[in-house]
Structure formats: C-alpha cells, structure tokens
C-alpha cells in the first residue's frame, strides 16, 4: 500500500476515483493523503450483489457499515 500512495504522490491526480466498495477504503485514504476529491463509481449495491446463501450476516454488516460510513467522505457519487 505504500509503494502505491508514494507511485500516486508522484503523479499528482487531481481526484481520486473508487470503482465499488472494495476499493472505497483505499480511495478514502489517498483522498486524506493527496488532498484531492474522492469520486465514489458504485456499479452496484455491493453488500448486495450475492445472494443470502453466499453471505455470511457479519459479511453483509460490515461492507454496508463500511459503504455507510465511508459515503460520507465523498465529494462525488455515481452509480
């Protein structure tokens, strides 16, 4: 993870940009590290693109408080 923040350091990116939930987390972190604009691209609801026999509860708990929590940080949603 620090290679990847140091490579976008270098490059300088006026926002950064989430395609999903399983990358908001790491979007999140180079928004607060480079200062820039935090673009959330959910293609889907992800906690619920499986079907209830393919999740676990605590599954399904975690990613949609993570998606809860971490939409709030965004400067741009779209789906």
């Given amino acids: 993870m620090t290679a990847m923040f140091r490579k976008a350091q270098d490059l300088k990116p006026d926002a950064v940009w ?3 939930l399983d990358t908001l987390l790491a979007g ?3 928004k607060r590290r480079l ?5 959330y691209d ?4 992800y906690p619920e693109q499986l079907p209830d026999s393919q999740r676990s509860h ?5 990613f949609t408080n993570l998606e ?3 939409i709030k940080e965004t400067d741009l949603r779209l789906t």
Avoid: K, T, Y
């Avoid at 200062?35 to 673009?39: I, T």
């Avoid at 959910?42 to 609801?45: D, Q, R, T, V």
């Fill in 18 to 20: 989430a395609n999903d």
């Fill in 28 to 30: 999140w972190m180079g």
């Fill in 35 to 39: 200062q820039v604009p935090l673009v």
């Fill in 42 to 45: 959910a293609h889907e609801i």
């Fill in 58 to 62: 605590s599954w399904h708990r975690f």
């Fill in 68 to 70: 809860q929590e971490l």
